[in-house]
């Protein structure tokens, strides 16, 4: 078998087609920050929890900026591990050499990631914040960041038809820097440990990423093949390769 064999789904919804990584959705692939996650630095330090905080926050434009930010406002010392260096640097966001907007980079990562044994807990602050008030984290952090390890793209063709395909992110699309990872978490049965699937377990940031509908005619199509054999996900299969 080849090494990244994938099964899709497509079908068309309200006029534009839809195409899903069904491998990817329908795998137990779960976030394992703070459980043993190593980092995507350049040594495996599961001990420092930074997760793949390591290069800080990007933006998707000047909405999702100005967003983090508002959010970023109502944090308090005691949620924030490094507010008091934001307010230090003129604000947690500046631009990089490229001209691109990020957050700052503070003791090799994020200057919303709380560290390990700050008071607050370790992890994004804006995370946590959202959960401690009972909102949606998909409100507070950087739509980058909430979205992963699920990527949106789009095509649209000569005729103006436009097809959605939502799939995992891959090392790949952080560019030539994804080279530079010594581990991602996509790629390693280390992150395959979760009680169900991606589609269920992800469902609100499925959901935010393409709609409701969508997602619903997804959920089903997925539910059918759950019980079927399926390819498996390229990172449980290496073995049989």
Known sequence: MAADVHEWISFDHDGDTYTFDATFLLS?????????????????????????????????????????????AQLGDGEWEYKAEAEARNGAL???DEGVWQSHVVDGACIF????????GAGCALHQ??????ESYLDWKPEVCWQLPLRLDYHRDDNDHLTYILREWKRRDWGAGG?????????????????????????ADIEALVG????GVLASLLAERA???????????????
């Open 227 to 241: 019980t079927g054999p399926g390819v498996g996900h390229p990172a449980l299969n290496r073995d049989r390769i």
């Open 113 to 120: 990631l709380n560290r390990p044994g700050f008071e607050g």
């Open 179 to 203: 080279d530079d990872f010594h581990w991602w978490c996509t790629e390693d049965p280390l992150a395959f440990v979760g009680e169900e699937p991606v589609y269920l377990a992800c469902r």
């Open 212 to 215: 409701e509908g969508p997602y």
């Open 129 to 134: 914040a959202a959960l401690r008030r009972g």
């Open 28 to 72: 137990n692939w779960s976030c394992i920050y703070g459980n043993g996650c190593p980092g995507i630095g350049e040594t495996p330090a599961p001990e420092l929890e930074l997760g793949c905080c390591s290069w800080g926050a990007h933006f998707t434009g000047k909405k999702d900026r100005k967003s983090t930010l508002a959010k970023a």
């Open 94 to 96: 500046f631009r990089n």
